[in-house]
């Protein structure tokens, strides 16, 4: 059974543009590699062939799991999302009570988190603590420095 996975719209576009770059020009430029080492003779001691035989092996890997992926992919519909609960594609902007100071997060699918753009994974710790909940209530968060009260300020989308 395959696993369905959630993408944003620009998520699933990254991944299709992400394979057509893989089978549009990585995959020729590597044909090429292995005619031309080829071209050099004894194949059965021709490291270059062998090293282009190895990158085409990974590469057609790539690109099939990239398939498959793509195969099982679900584009989330934000307009038809709840947006007065902390839900998958939400922005919230949380305060620390300890420290009062308030930080905003995108909860996105795992495949598109990146912390440094404040785009955290739904399966992460502060997420799971936030979803479902709504403004004003408060959550304890177990993170690795303890646990943290936190106090939903806002959700949009």
Do not use: C, H, W
């Amino acid at each position: 059974m395959t696993k369905v996975n959630y993408y944003t719209k620009e998520g699933l576009l990254k991944l299709k543009e992400e394979l057509e770059q893989l089978m549009m020009v990585e995959r020729p430029a590597i044909s090429k590699q292995i005619a031309e080492a080829r071209d050099k003779g004894d194949l059965s001691e021709n490291a270059e062939y062998a090293a282009a035989k190895e990158a085409q092996g990974m590469l057609e890997l790539k690109i099939s799991k990239l398939q498959d992926l793509i195969q099982n992919a679900r584009e989330l519909d934000e307009s038809k999302l709840d947006s007065t609960k902390v839900l998958l594609m939400s922005s919230v902007i949380i305060k620390n009570l300890k420290n009062n100071t308030s930080t905003k997060y995108t909860l996105v699918p795992e495949q598109e988190a990146d912390f440094r753009t404040g785009k955290i994974s739904v399966n992460s710790p502060i997420a799971k603590g936030l979803l479902g909940k709504k403004v004003g209530d408060t959550v304890d968060i177990q993170v690795p420095a303890g646990v943290i009260p936190f106090e939903i300020v806002e959700i949009s989308r």
